[in-house]
């Protein structure tokens, strides 16, 4: 049975960091790509920031460009997602989500998703 679990989200002032962690169970994810996904209250899921097997190409989405980084050990079967200079707008759940099949980094969601993890930024 595969399991993503996030952690590392919390309530955050603006300009603040945080670091969330999505650990794997179930099934080795080192061939496969990973990344993270995000739902603010009333709105659709969108697409944060994903990266391939190896770790060396990632998409990021416009709105988190130069801000946030996404990373991933593949010792430990874990993606990590960098979160700095923190806005409210970046308030929502966020997932971790991995492939099934696909090595690369990806934008459309791959089949696999964690519980979510909240991140709140006030103003």
């Known amino acids: 049975q595969v399991q993503l679990v996030e952690s590392g989200g919390g309530l955050v002032q603006t300009g603040g960091s945080l670091r969330l962690s999505c650990a794997a169970s179930g099934r080795t994810f080192s061939t496969s790509g990973m990344g993270w996904f995000r739902q603010a209250p009333g709105k659709e899921r969108e697409f944060v920031a994903t990266?391939?097997?190896?770790?060396?190409?990632?998409n990021l989405a416009d709105s988190v460009k130069g801000r946030f980084t996404i990373s991933r050990d593949n010792a430990k079967n874990t993606v990590y997602l960098q979160m700095n200079s923190l806005k409210p707008e970046d308030t929502a759940v966020y997932y971790c989500?991995?492939?099934?099949?696909?090595?690369?980094?990806?934008?459309?969601?791959?089949?696999?998703w964690g519980q979510g993890t909240q991140v709140t930024v006030s103003s």
């Open positions: 989500n991995a492939r099934r099949y696909g090595s690369g980094a990806y934008v459309a969601p791959g089949s696999y």
């Open positions: 990266i391939n097997w190896s770790g060396d190409t990632a």
